[in-house]
C-alpha cells in the first residue's frame, strides 16, 4: 500500500483548503486512513480518521467542527477539507494507512495559513 498527500498550499486565516491523500496498492489490507500534522517546533498531532471500509471517522479536539474527512472509493482518495483555518493550523500535514500490524505514512504537504 502506497499513500501520497497533495494539495497544501498558501491560505488567509477564515479561508478553506482541501488536501488529499492517493492511496494505492494492497487497498484491502487497509483498516482507516488518519490525517497527522506536525506545526514547527511542536509534536506531532492527530487530526482525524476515517475508516476504509466505513463511513465512521474521529477527529482531534482542535479541529472538529472545521474540518471533514469524507472519501472517495471510486477514486481511493482520502480528503481532508479544512474550513476556517487559523494561523495555528500551520503545520505539515501528513496522511497514513493503518494496518493490521503496521502503519504507512505517505509523504508530508506544507499548509500555511497567514494571519
Known amino acids: 500500500v502506497q499513500l501520497q498527500a497533495f494539495g497544501g498550499g498558501l491560505v488567509q486565516a477564515g479561508g478553506s483548503l482541501t488536501l488529499s491523500c492517493a492511496v494505492s496498492?494492497?487497498?484491502?489490507?487497509?483498516?482507516?486512513v488518519a490525517w497527522f500534522r506536525r506545526a514547527p517546533g511542536k509534536d506531532r498531532e492527530f487530526v482525524s480518521n476515517?475508516?476504509?471500509?466505513?463511513?465512521?471517522?474521529l477527529y482531534g479536539d482542535s479541529v472538529k467542527g472545521r474540518f471533514t474527512t469524507p472519501r472517495d472509493s471510486a477514486k481511493n482518495t482520502v480528503y481532508l477539507q479544512m474550513n476556517n483555518l487559523k494561523p495555528e493550523d500551520t503545520a505539515v500535514y501528513y496522511c497514513a494507512g493503518g494496518l493490521l500490524n503496521n502503519i504507512l505514512w505517505g509523504q508530508g504537504t506544507l499548509v500555511t495559513v497567514s494571519s
Open positions: 476515517i475508516q476504509w471500509s466505513g463511513d465512521s471517522t
Open positions: 496498492g494492497r487497498t484491502s489490507l487497509l483498516y482507516g
